[in-house]
């Protein structure tokens, strides 16, 4: 396969989400609280939710009981 024959772009996305997972864990580890936000529901990240957190090809997942949700379409807030 050739690099003409390549999707373009075809690792934007899991970039995208491997920022913005470094940027929660970096807000994270300095004390502030992140708020994820849906239309139904707002999510209180914590310290205690580092770990889980985790970015894939597929999208922003956190880990919620046995279950992983996928929270990379949400808004993102910081409050100190």
Partial sequence: MTNEQM???R?????RYRK????IIEQ???G???IASTYLR???LTAKNNGNLKATRN???????KNWVDISLCKFTVQA
């Fill in 7 to 9: 999707k373009a772009n």
């Fill in 11 to 15: 690792f934007a996305a899991w970039a």
């Fill in 20 to 23: 913005l997972h470094r940027q």
């Fill in 28 to 30: 994270l580890s300095n």
């Fill in 32 to 34: 502030r609280v992140v």
């Fill in 42 to 44: 707002h999510i209180k």
């Fill in 59 to 65: 999208g922003l997942w956190m880990q919620s009981g």
